[in-house]
């Protein structure tokens, strides 16, 4: 890495600690750092997309189909997929494994694309080039779909061994990883006692899903006569979005276990001694959820990307063109999925979901197509949509709809419709969407 792109990586990266925590990555990334991934094939464009979650298993399936000679490989570092769309079901058995961890190998076989399991490590925008532990790979255009990363430096500065236990002890799995298990093992083994969960500031990834894990942990806690509580920490003054419906399931459902408290801005976390320091007041607990604000994806700060605000400090998110989902400073960078920065300043950012993450990878393969075939590149907005279950017995679910389009000016306009009653039906409807998603790039 030159100077400039160490300088740029996140301070947790910067420390080598939280992301790169072993000396055998080091020294993984040493000798692999000239090797070439993958020799060029065919005559058409080579697409490298960084990170192979809903947005890139999309992109590489979508690119594969648009742009039949084009050489399309993807880079993951997880060996199979999984989903954080019904992973909060899952963790009270709704669902079972299968239904959110997938094979990787199968999609990638049957549309086309080459997978490649490896961490990427650094992106060379002056080289056009990923380098990665296994080695480099040089690209036309590059997709960046990495999701997001949790800040913990928001709340330890520069105390690595407090965020290390944070993550070990109180993990809030909002990220494809070994988390899933570990938060799923605590809840089945959760004897009684105050749960503690903090809500990160937005823009976060998926704003109504923290609601739902509350309210389907306080189902588990209900049913199975636990002596529990739950008490969200919410930085926001009200429950958004679905707030009525959320608010009704938190009082008729759960009032003895949910504890909803806004203006709960995080100031000092001890994980420790278990305690926590808010706007709201300080609160001790048994145990926790600890989710902390929430960032691009580290590649996005490798590729010197991240945007920067009105103080001139970093934004934390991608900057990209609102209606081509290009990086501001690079046109040939597509950015999709979570780690796309602010849009509108009607609205900021996209939900952070994977219906947008999957609608966007569409648009980009389609407008890299347009751009391939010498065609002008025509912008498209996507949608969301999202159904979180309240109830696990009977199963309801509530929703909520956004829809976007352009003003005059070309200023992207959202607007939202919450479904706050609870329903039966919705449920239905819930495990429709994610079929027909699922059976579209798996
Ligand atoms: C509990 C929960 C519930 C949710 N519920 C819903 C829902 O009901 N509906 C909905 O629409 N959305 C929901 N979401 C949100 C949804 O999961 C995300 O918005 C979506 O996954 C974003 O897609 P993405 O491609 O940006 O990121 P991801 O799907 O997270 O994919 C990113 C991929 O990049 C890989 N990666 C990252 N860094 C590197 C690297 N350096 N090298 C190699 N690979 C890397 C990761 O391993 C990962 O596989 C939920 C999320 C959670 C956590």
């Not at 890495?1 to 020294?27: K, Q, Y």
């Not at 490298?48 to 742009?67: D, E, F, H």
């Not at 945007?307 to 990086?327: E, M, N, S, V, Y």
């Not at 039966?424 to 969407?433: G, N, S």
């Amino acid at each position: 890495m030159d100077r400039r792109h160490f300088l740029l990586v996140p301070p947790s990266l910067a420390l080598g600690s939280l992301a790169l925590p072993s000396t055998s990555l080091s020294a993984s990334i040493a000798i692999h750092s000239k090797t070439q991934l993958l020799a060029r094939s065919g005559k058409g464009p080579r697409i490298v997309i960084c990170g192979g979650g809903w947005g890139g298993m999309t992109s590489a399936r979508y690119l594969r189909k648009l742009i039949p000679d084009a050489e399309v490989v993807l880079l993951e570092r997880n060996p199979t997929f999984w989903s954080g769309p019904m992973s909060n079901k899952w963790l009270i058995d709704i669902v079972d494994t299968d239904f959110l961890n997938h094979d990787m190998l199968s999609p990638a076989n049957k549309y086309g694309y080459t997978l490649i399991n490896t961490e990427v490590t650094a992106i060379e925008r002056d080289k056009k080039t990923v380098r990665t532990t296994h080695g480099a790979i040089d690209y036309d255009y590059l997709i960046l779909s990495g999701g997001i990363r949790n800040a913990y430096e928001a709340w330890f500065g520069n105390d690595v061994r407090a965020a290390e236990y944070t993550r070990q002890h109180f993990p809030n799995a909002y990220i494809p990883n070994a988390e899933m298990f570990a938060l799923k093992n605590k809840l089945k083994s959760f004897k009684g006692g105050t749960i503690v969960m903090t809500l990160p500031p937005p823009p976060h990834r998926c704003p109504p899903s923290p609601y739902e894990r509350a309210c389907l942990m306080a189902w588990h806690i209900k049913t199975n006569k636990i002596p529990g509580k739950i008490i969200i920490l919410d930085p926001k003054p009200k429950i958004a979005p679905i707030g009525e419906g959320y608010k009704a399931a938190f009082e008729e459902l759960y009032p003895d276990i949910i504890t909803h408290v806004p203006n709960a801005k995080v100031t000092e976390v001890d994980p420790f001694n278990k305690r926590i320091k808010t706007a709201a007041g300080d609160f001790d607990f048994d145990d926790a959820v600890l989710m902390p604000p929430h960032q691009a994806a580290d590649m996005v700060w490798y590729a010197d990307l991240i945007g920067t605000g009105a103080d001139g400090k970093p934004t934390g998110w991608a900057d990209i063109h609102p209606r081509l989902f290009t990086a501001r400073a690079d046109e040939d960078v597509y950015v999709v999925g979570d780690s796309m920065g602010f849009i509108s300043d009607q609205f900021g950012h996209y939900p952070k979901s994977a219906h947008v993450a999957h609608a966007v990878a569409k648009i980009v393969a389609q407008n890299i197509a347009e751009r391939v075939a010498g065609k002008d590149v025509v912008p498209v907005l996507p949608d969301n949509l999202c159904y979180m279950m309240v109830n696990g017995d009977p199963q309801e679910e509530i929703s909520v709809v956004f829809e976007y389009e352009l003003d005059a000016n070309g200023k992207v306009l959202q607007t939202q419709i919450d479904m706050d009653v609870r329903t039966a039906d919705l449920v239905k409807e819930d495990f429709a969407w994610i079929e027909s998603r699922f059976n579209d790039f798996l």
